[in-house]
């Protein structure tokens, strides 16, 4: 029998800022070894869509957490692109990004991403952030 995980969803209506309280919370099942959308190429580009249609909207969080030039952050489950650029220019040359994927076409996708842009201060590696290292 595979392990199901419980995942808490917020869904927020339209363009909100004001914060979390006029969202909806959902709950949704999904097998805990899979991405509940997929893995398919299509998937891929439209997660690297999303996260070009909600750079204003990350950029404005990433605002509010006052992340310093020189920080080191993870991005968790950063797919195709997520927000390693966005994350790369408030940290600056001095810090580091790491992002973390399961998806092997996502990581080749995401390495891809850094490179052609000149992310000298991303990494992005292979692998399941609920593992604990050995």
Known sequence: M???TRLSVLLLKGNNREGLKSGRR???MAQEDQYFLGYSPSEQERLRWQAQQL?????WLLDRIGLA????????????QGCLDLLAERVGPEGSVVGVERGEDAVSLARTFAQERGLMNVEVLQGDARDRPT
């Open 26 to 28: 959902y709950t949704i």
């Open 55 to 59: 750079a204003h909207e990350a950029r």
């Open 69 to 80: 030039s020189g920080a080191r952050v993870i991005e968790i489950g950063c797919g195709p």
């Open 2 to 4: 595979n392990k199901v």
